[in-house]
């Protein structure tokens, strides 16, 4: 089994993070794949972050299609891309927000979210509506730590974070706490042992359950909202994002050419998926 790991930002250090993180809980013979996207922002902090995040993923959903990958974690906390990603993949596509609200539900009668910085915490609330998470979701807590100084050399991050958590769990009303950003990744576990309440992030809830579905041999409807999408010629610098005739083909190639000529060269057959379709 393959399992693609996309971090939508460009930080590299964080995506290297991520794949220690899922590997650690990933089953024998499962292989992670994990990658950043070669254009977009370094952390996303913000809908405009989100937005000029989402090309990349795409890309690489579409390199894990040519690639035989059996299914995708988006591993970023706001989900980008997600519903787009699943337009273009084969196997389950799996955002970490969505793991980890769902297994917190499971663990707890109710949770807090933590996250970083405060702008970010109407897009965690409007995750939790969207996801029917909200009547588990007691608060969604700003730590006013920015993504790249989640890991660096130094950093308060950690002790910030705990002292929000505790807060939560005294304050909030929760039992469990879900960590709002996939940065936070790597200190889970450290986390929930200084509390003693459950501490959920979405980069190992989303492997887990990708393999789950993939055990089952489930795959992506390809009808209703998550058909491919509809096949015409997008203009300028999103030519070669143009959805192709051809529904055995997906594009764009990662690091294609950025010419926007509508003349450019047709993106190559996918392999058969592993995985049955429904």
């Known amino acids: 089994m393959k399992i693609k790991l996309i971090n939508p930002n460009t930080t590299q250090r964080m995506t290297d993070a991520m794949g220690r993180c899922a590997r650690e809980v990933a089953a024998a013979g499962t292989e992670i794949v994990a990658v950043s996207p070669p254009m977009g922002p370094p952390s996303i902090e913000g809908y405009y972050d989100e937005a000029l995040a989402t090309p990349g993923l795409l890309a690489e959903i579409a390199q894990g299609e040519r690639d035989g990958c059996d299914a995708y974690v988006i591993a970023c906390f706001g989900d980008p891309g997600l519903y787009a990603a699943r337009e273009l993949a084969r196997g389950p596509v799996i955002g970490i927000a969505e793991a980890a609200m769902h297994a917190a539900s499971v663990l707890a009668p109710g949770f807090s979210v933590v996250t970083t910085l405060a702008r970010t915490c109407g897009m965690a609330w409007h995750l939790?509506?969207?996801?029917?998470?909200?009547?588990?979701?007691?608060?969604?807590?700003?730590?006013?730590?920015?993504?790249?100084?989640?890991?660096?050399?130094?950093?308060?991050?950690?002790?910030?974070?705990?002292?929000?958590?505790?807060?939560?769990?005294?304050?909030?009303?929760?039992?469990?706490?879900?960590?709002?950003?996939?940065?936070?990744?790597?200190?889970?576990?450290?986390?929930?042992?200084?509390?003693?309440?459950?501490?959920?992030?979405?980069?190992?809830?989303?492997?887990?359950?990708?393999?789950?579905?993939?055990?089952?041999?489930?795959?992506?409807?390809?009808?209703?909202?998550?058909?491919?999408?509809?096949?015409k010629r997008y203009d300028g610098e999103f030519a070669r994002f143009s959805p192709p005739e051809d529904a055995s083909t997906t594009v764009p190639a990662v690091g294609a050419a950025r010419s926007g000529n509508a003349d450019e060269e047709p993106v190559p057959n996918l392999p058969q998926s592993h995985i049955h379709a429904v």
Request: glycine content about 8%; overall charge neutral.
């Open 128 to 231: 939790a509506e969207r996801y029917g998470m909200k009547r588990f979701c007691r608060n969604v807590r700003a730590t006013d730590v920015a993504v790249l100084e989640l890991d660096r050399p130094g950093s308060a991050a950690r002790r910030i974070i705990v002292d929000e958590c505790r807060r939560a769990l005294d304050e909030d009303g929760a039992d469990a706490i879900v960590l709002g950003c996939a940065g936070m990744a790597e200190f889970a576990h450290e986390i929930e042992q200084q509390i003693g309440a459950p501490v959920v992030e979405g980069v190992t809830a989303a492997v887990k359950w990708a393999e789950a579905l993939v055990a089952l041999r489930l795959a992506t409807a390809k009808r209703g909202d998550y058909a491919r999408p509809l096949p």
